[in-house]
């Protein structure tokens, strides 16, 4: 009898065919970006915009990143991934002719890669990209395998110009501490430290210690998964800068973003 072997079979035939489909559409360049805005809580002006990857495939339909990143990290396609996204990303940056930072998501397999300072340098210059106009999103997961590797990529990195900016925190369970001795110019927090911000007298508690110790060592926070104007209001009262989520911007296609930027130009003008 056999319950289980079917089943397994047909999991880590779905896995395979991913692998090919992303592998493929990698080498095609068929995957695309969305951006979503990063806002100052008290003008409400932007003050960056992350660069999420997306990828629809003819056979698949569309899988979300949180699907094939792992994928693409578990099988080394994050280096080309992650090369394209970098490119695409300072392209389309430079095309609109952004004054704040874009922001690239960075995994680790890529950041301990020897070439990977290189990288970043020649595809700012590619695009005639200023290095403080590139934020480079990094999770805690980096310190895990080689802390030390680690943190010389960061400073080789913070020596090119570009900014530092560690993301999900609060999410996971790395020692605090060790992650903020990290040469990092901004803390994103994780969008599970909202859950039940404004009902639960702890949850803001957590939230306001978060904010205060990033406060006390300069570090700039933006504030993930903001879905509410109550959620908002509370970060406000706290003196959060700035946030990032579904209430101020949904990410959106580039044709979409583009056109928001045009509409806060023209505000900005009057
Ligand atoms: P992340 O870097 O933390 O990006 C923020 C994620 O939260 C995005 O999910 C965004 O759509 C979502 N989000 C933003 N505001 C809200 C909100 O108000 N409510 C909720 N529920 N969600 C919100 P997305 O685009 O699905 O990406 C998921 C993760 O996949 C990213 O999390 C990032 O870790 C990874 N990722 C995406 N693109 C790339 C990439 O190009 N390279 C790498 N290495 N990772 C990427
Ligand atoms: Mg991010
Ligand atoms: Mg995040
Ligand atoms: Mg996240």
Redesign the pocket.
């Known amino acids: 009898m056999r319950f289980f072997a079917p089943n397994m079979d047909a999991a880590a035939r779905a896995r395979l065919r991913l692998e090919t489909r992303l592998g493929t559409a990698i080498a095609a360049q068929a995957l695309s970006?969305?951006f979503?805005p990063q806002v100052d809580v008290v003008g409400g002006r932007l003050v960056g915009v992350?660069?999420?990857?997306?990828w629809t495939d003819a056979e698949l339909g569309a899988v979300?990143?949180?699907e094939f990143?792992p994928v693409?990290?578990a099988t080394g396609m994050?280096v080309p991934?992650?090369a394209w996204?970098l490119d695409e990303a300072c392209r389309q940056a430079a095309e609109w002719r952004l004054d704040v930072p874009v922001a690239?998501?960075?995994?680790p397999a890529?950041l301990i890669r020897e070439d990977f300072v290189d990288v970043v340098a020649a595809t700012l210059a590619r695009h005639a990209v200023r290095p403080e106009r590139l934020k480079l999103?990094l999770?805690e997961r980096l310190t895990v395998q080689d802390p030390g590797r680690a943190a010389q990529q960061l400073t080789r990195l913070r020596a090119l110009g570009v900014i530092l900016s560690l993301?999900?925190f609060g999410a996971g369970t790395s020692a605090v501490a060790s992650l903020l001795t990290l040469p990092l110019q901004e803390v994103?927090l994780?969008?599970s430290l909202l859950a039940g911000v404004t009902e639960d007298p702890s949850s803001w508690q957590v939230l306001r210690a978060l904010l205060a110790l990033a406060r006390s060592l300069n570090l700039p926070v933006v504030v993930?998964?903001?879905?509410t104007p109550g959620q908002l209001a509370a970060l406000r009262a706290l003196g959060c800068a700035a946030v990032?989520?579904?209430?101020t911007g949904?990410?959106a296609a580039p044709e979409v973003m583009g056109r928001r930027l045009d509409l806060g130009r023209l505000s900005s003008v009057e």
């Open positions: 970006l969305h979503q992350e660069a999420l990857a997306r979300g990143p949180a990143i693409a990290e994050i991934l992650g996204v690239v998501n960075v995994s890529q999103e999770t993301d999900d994103k994780d969008r993930e998964g903001v879905e990032q989520g579904f209430l949904r990410p």
